[in-house]
């Protein structure tokens, strides 16, 4: 978990104070802290807390020079004209909130990105039959990643793992916000820092090569705190079902433990969650409780493996957050009570509840149907030779709000590529980002 802590220019310095308001994020959180006079950004697995040096921002928001001094009606006209063209062949494009973010005046861009690690790459050929392997060469694949970083102008950069994960077969490697596949951190660091970012990694244990990375602009922002969290004494390494509940169960308790510490900081949570849009996994996120026993452990996260007699091809279960299923594949899949304890941490209990009021990113900015489905995700975040689907997220409380979210590729675009990473895109999944304003920092609508 990392907290980072930023402080306000001296514009802003005097509003801070009066207001006394606080702020602060998880796996992003932000703070306005009455004697530092700073702002808090809070990341679980790891905590960092980034201050903002004084003086004007070196990179204006982009939001700020697109949206400045247009009608409402002028405003929708323009942000129509660009979400009909929000992603083109081949490019990305960031589309805009309905509401006018001008009167907000701190703003932040966080990317999140699963960038497939070396070794991952190495050890599962079988995902990227498809690919050229020049496109899997890492010295190709770590620049293609650091451009297009640069061209999002983000302020944190929150990176995950890549990994198989059979759900049937009982083997997962399964990880949460910014766990992270980085098994080049030096590679990237030393790119990064030229760029002005630091960053700080935490190898995951075992044997595995890979671990967690966050990086910040080093101008901007500066390490207060970090907290590593670590599930190898838990035993659940290859029961997929309890995995996936303790580890979101797990995050969430620590990411509002901190928040109270904080003062009630703001959240922001971001990465690859290995779980559908119909996921349990995704609805306890998003309704704040969840009684597992009504879903079939096979299938909380809502993706589903074909028989090999169909290429072995996992999809997304769309109706996955169905409580209902036969009796018969309640008594063949039910959860035990020695499952139950382990996945809830009591003996006794089902229904799980987190104290936590999330949002998701790109729900709060709707887009267009090529790269959307009905709830407003993103149709796929990820494409390989036995996967085409969204895992990623970017997640975050009611007091942050979403000016623009950064669309990703339709559908045919993806299918053309035949598997990612391909000539334009560096890793099997697409970054994920947000430029995020703080509730309480403009004029409330």
Not at 89 to 102: A, E, I, M, N, V
Not at 223 to 230: A, F, G, K, R
Request: charged share 30%; with cysteine; proline share 4%.
């Amino acid at each position: 978990m990392k907290l980072l802590n930023r402080q306000l220019s001296p514009a802003h310095h005097s509003r801070a104070t009066n207001s006394k308001r606080r702020r602060t994020l998880q796996h992003s959180a932000t703070n306005h802290h009455n004697c530092t006079k700073r702002q808090k950004i809070t990341f679980s697995e790891e905590t960092e807390t980034l201050t903002r040096r004084p003086g004007p921002s070196p990179n204006p928001p982009t939001s700020n020079r697109f949206e400045l001094v247009h009608s409402s009606k002028q405003r929708r006209r323009s942000r129509k004209r660009r979400d009909s063209s929000a992603t083109k062949d081949g490019h990305r494009r960031w589309t805009f909130s309905s509401r006018d973010f001008s009167n907000f005046k701190d703003k932040f861009v966080v990317v999140s990105y699963n960038i497939l690690g070396v070794e991952n790459a190495l050890k599962h050929p079988d995902l990227y039959s498809r690919v050229k392997p020049e496109f899997l060469e890492w010295d190709r694949r770590k620049k293609l990643i650091c451009e297009e970083i640069n061209r999002y102008n983000a302020s944190i950069l929150c990176f995950q793992a890549s990994f198989k994960c059979y759900e049937n077969d009982n083997v997962c490697e399964w990880e949460i916000c910014h766990f992270v596949e980085v098994d080049r951190f030096d590679d990237l660091d030393d790119l990064l820092q030229k760029d002005g970012f630091r960053g700080v990694y935490k190898a995951r244990t075992g044997d595995a090569y890979d671990g967690c990375a966050v990086f910040w602009r080093d101008n901007i922002f500066t390490l207060l705190h970090q907290e590593d969290i670590e599930f190898r004494n838990f035993g659940l390494r290859h029961n997929v079902a309890q995995l996936c509940v303790l580890k979101v169960r797990l995050f969430l308790e620590k990411a509002y433990k901190l928040s109270e510490e904080y003062g009630g900081i703001p959240i922001l949570l971001a990465g690859d969650m290995n779980s559908s849009p119909q996921s349990a996994i995704y609805q306890f996120l998003a309704s704040s409780e969840l009684d597992i026993r009504k879903h079939d452990r096979r299938y909380i996260s809502g993706q589903v493996e074909l028989p090999s007699n169909r290429g072995d091809f996992r999809f997304q279960k769309r109706n996955a957050t169905s409580g209902w299923m036969s009796n018969s594949r309640q008594l063949i899949h039910r959860w035990s009570d020695e499952e139950l304890r382990l996945a809830t941490g009591s003996y006794g209990v089902t229904k799980l509840q987190h104290q936590l009021k999330l949002c998701s990113a790109y729900f709060g900015v709707p887009g267009s149907c090529r790269t959307r489905d009905s709830s407003s995700e993103p149709l796929a975040t990820s494409y390989h030779t036995k996967f085409m689907g969204t895992v990623d997220y970017i997640w975050h409380t009611e007091d942050l709000l979403p000016v623009r979210v950064l669309e990703t590729l339709p559908i045919d675009t993806l299918r053309r590529t035949s598997g990612l990473p391909c000539e334009r895109w560096g890793s099997d999944h697409l970054a994920l980002g947000c430029e995020l304003a703080f509730a309480n920092n403009g004029n409330r609508i």
